[in-house]
């Protein structure tokens, strides 16, 4: 269950933190990085992204007409992004199996693609809905609210139809679907770091993380390519080096270290060095990684994403920073 360290208040999307035993978070915390490393190991190898920013636009604005917790928008996207790979794979297998075969066979893949295109907001929906079930909150999103809004966007759809899509997506992922988020990762690193004496109080740096872990999904592509061309101080990555940085766009340690350094630097910058190290020693990243990661988030928070333009400073981004996380709460 994501988040098992966090204590629900009643009625309330609120969180109280440093209420678990350390022998409880130690155990979580294991758990959790036993599980990166795992997705880590898969991702290796896997061709193209579903995170992309109108995809995931779109999912937090349905989230939020949908009243549901952030929780519950990243663990969709994260649940149509594995659907769409599986997907895409499986149409680029039939391709190159059907290109020893007739015309008629090619025809029949090229119409396989289209009905993917074709049922794109379906699956996304799906995903949304899906994901709704897996919170451990009451709010679940029904059958006839889902056929309301594709009615809505032109979409005819039946129940029948709406639970087939539901069964796709969960057959595609052999109904492994309670993916680890992000969100998930942070919210377990502040629990520890509000054990171990970090001096910005946790439940001040949750509201930070939420507002740039938005950040990160919605410019995911653009932060994680500044972050390559940085990692091999080169602006021009070949083929082979992107495809090996694949894996990182999966590391949830790094992107939760990431996201926590620069909340730190945004709540309380004098502060930032001690988080850093804090987080050095729970994960064993690398404190330059952190720092690398954090300052990509703060660069791209104010619109600089290209290395030949002006680089601002950490103080400006973190000034525009709060201006934004101010305006969301």
Known sequence: MEGPLKLRLANSSDFQFGAVATETIENALLHLAQQNEQAVKEAAGRMGSFRETRIVEFV??????????????????????????????NICQQATIQQRNTKTELQNWRA????????????????????????????????????????????????????????????????????????????????VLGYNGCLVPATQLHATCLTLLDLVYLLHEPIYESL?????????????????????????MLLAVGIIAASAFIQNHECWSQVV??????????????????????????????????????????RALRTTASSNT
């Not at 939020?64 to 659907?83: D, N």
């Not at 020693?281 to 290209?306: D, K, M, P, R, W």
Request: glycine fraction near 4%; charged fraction near 20%.
């Open 228 to 252: 390559l061309r940085a990692s091999i101080e080169n602006s021009t990555p070949s083929q082979l080096q992107g495809e090996k940085f694949i894996s990182v766009k999966e590391d949830f």
């Open 112 to 191: 396989l693609k289209e009905q993917l295109f074709n049922k794109f907001i379906l699956r996304l929906v799906s995903c949304v809905q899906l994901a709704s079930k897996l919170s451990f909150h009451y709010k679940i999103v029904s059958n006839i609210t889902v056929l309301n809004f594709l009615q809505a966007l032109g979409y005819i759809c039946t129940k029948e139809e709406l639970l087939e899509s539901e069964l796709d997506v969960l057959k595609s992922l052999n109904f492994q679907i309670n993916l680890p988020t992000p969100l998930a990762y942070v919210e377990m690193l502040l629990e």
């Open 277 to 318: 190290g804090h987080l050095q020693s729970i994960t064993g990243i690398a404190s330059e990684s952190i720092a690398q990661f954090s300052y990509a988030i703060l660069t791209h928070s104010v619109g600089t994403n290209t290395p030949g333009q002006q680089q601002p400073t950490p103080h400006k981004a973190a």
């Open 60 to 89: 937090f604005l349905l989230s939020e007409q949908w009243c549901l917790e952030k929780s519950v928008s990243y663990q969709a996207v994260e649940i149509l992004e594995r659907f769409m790979v599986k997907q895409a794979e």
